[in-house]
């Protein structure tokens, strides 16, 4: 409902873009109410400040048309220009192992197989292209993903002097996994308590840093991993994947509920999976049903934060580049002798890049983008609603 005008200008510009409610669409609650907007006006330009919690591309092309139409006509302003900067909020809520990280955000699933680890991949990585700081913590004991997803193949971390694991760097975000610790093939058969130590030891042995965001691959399911992680962590909110098919959506349904019971606020839910493209015809086809998140978001009264489309590039690892030839020297009678390649070449990754930041990713990287900006906004959304002093609701 339109409120009264100002008599300032400066005061009928925020006027014209509470009423427009800026951003509801993408960041859950119009900008106005977040308190991400600061509007100065002198010569009749309009300059209107949007602090956001991560920049991208696309939700600046959409905020920056929605204010500009929605400040046109109003009395005394005839250019408008948007600015915008990036601000990460305090949780408010830091642990000694970690005190650098603002926000620890879970990202589970009820059963396995339906993307876990590719949607937590992607949203780390499009959150550390638009200038976060990132940390993915591959929590994932029994089949720990993260290295190969990431083009890791030097496994062994390096420590400090305070004999502390410091992570791998792949793509601007700071990784550790299980994967790092056993060989590549073998199994981890572990019980219950040992998976508990292992855990924390990632956050109480690893040199993390400064994180805005800490990423957690959990295992599927509602078992020892998962409690550890909230019982020792202030985890920011909890990001359910599923697929569209009944089965899934039943499991992610359980997953929704542990979550609840550990009282882990619940950011939203990715449907992965979520139609296919035929690449001869262009025709869309739900090869696994379709509606799934949609009916645990009116069920839980949480969001859809978006989805990933089943498109084989999502999950090709493989690049066309070779790791690089070592250096060496020709030594007439002997021949060439190669030189140990240096810690650069060894550590680059020799995979494609995930499909959140591929080059010509197409529709699946726009939508991977889009949900790194939906978890980032929804992280904002409830801080501010602890910071008002409102319940740690999952609720919209």
């Not at 420590?159 to 073998?186: N, Y």
């Not at 399911?221 to 089965?247: I, R």
């Amino acid at each position: 409902m339109a409120t009264e005008p100002s008599p300032d200008p400066a005061g009928r510009v925020e006027r014209a873009l509470a009423d427009a409610e800026i951003g509801r669409d993408a960041l859950f609650t119009g900008l106005t109410e977040l308190g991400a907007v600061d509007v100065d006006v002198a010569d009749e330009t309009a300059v209107v400040t949007v602090t956001l919690p991560i920049p991208s591309r696309d939700l600046r092309a959409v905020i920056e048309r929605d204010v500009g139409d929605a400040v046109a006509g109003v009395d005394g302003v005839s250019v408008v220009e948007c600015r915008f900067v990036p601000r990460v909020p305090e949780s408010g809520e830091r642990v000694d192992f970690i005190p650098d990280v603002k926000h620890v955000v879970a990202v589970g699933s009820g059963k396995g197989g339906v993307g876990k680890s590719t949607v937590a991949v992607n949203v780390a990585v499009a959150l550390a292209a638009t200038g976060a700081s990132v940390g993915l913590l591959d929590a994932d004991v029994y089949g720990p993903n993260a290295p190969a997803m990431l083009g890791l193949a030097e496994r062994t971390p390096d420590t400090t002097l305070a004999d502390r694991m410091v992570p791998r760097e792949a793509h601007g975000v700071s990784v550790m996994s299980m994967g790092f610790i056993v060989g590549e093939d073998d199994p981890v058969i572990w019980r219950g308590p040992l998976v508990d130590e292992f855990v924390k030891q990632l956050f109480d042995d690893v040199e993390w840093g400064a994180l805005d965001y800490l990423i957690v691959d959990l295992p599927p399911g509602t078992g020892d991993t998962q409690l550890t992680l909230v019982q020792h962590l202030p985890v920011t909110g909890a990001v359910v994947v599923t697929t569209p098919q009944p089965v899934a959506v039943d499991d992610a349904r359980r997953g929704l509920r542990g979550f609840a019971e550990y009282g882990v606020p619940i950011l939203g839910i990715v449907e992965n999976m979520a139609g296919f493209e035929c690449p001869d015809c262009g025709s869309e086809h739900e090869i696994f049903d379709s509606g799934g998140a949609a009916r645990l978001s009116s069920e839980f009264g949480v969001p859809v934060l978006g989805g990933l489309p089943l498109d084989p590039a999502v999950g090709t690892l493989d690049g066309d580049a070779d790791p690089p030839d070592p250096p060496g020297i020709s030594i007439p009678g002997v021949g060439r002798l190669q030189l140990p390649r240096t810690r650069q070449e060894r550590e680059r990754p020799t995979n494609l890049p995930p499909i959140a930041i591929r080059e010509g990713g197409g529709a699946s990287r726009d939508a991977a983008e889009y949900l790194a900006t939906r978890t980032a906004a929804r992280v904002n959304e409830l801080v501010g609603r602890r910071s008002s002093g409102e319940s740690k609701t999952s609720e919209e």
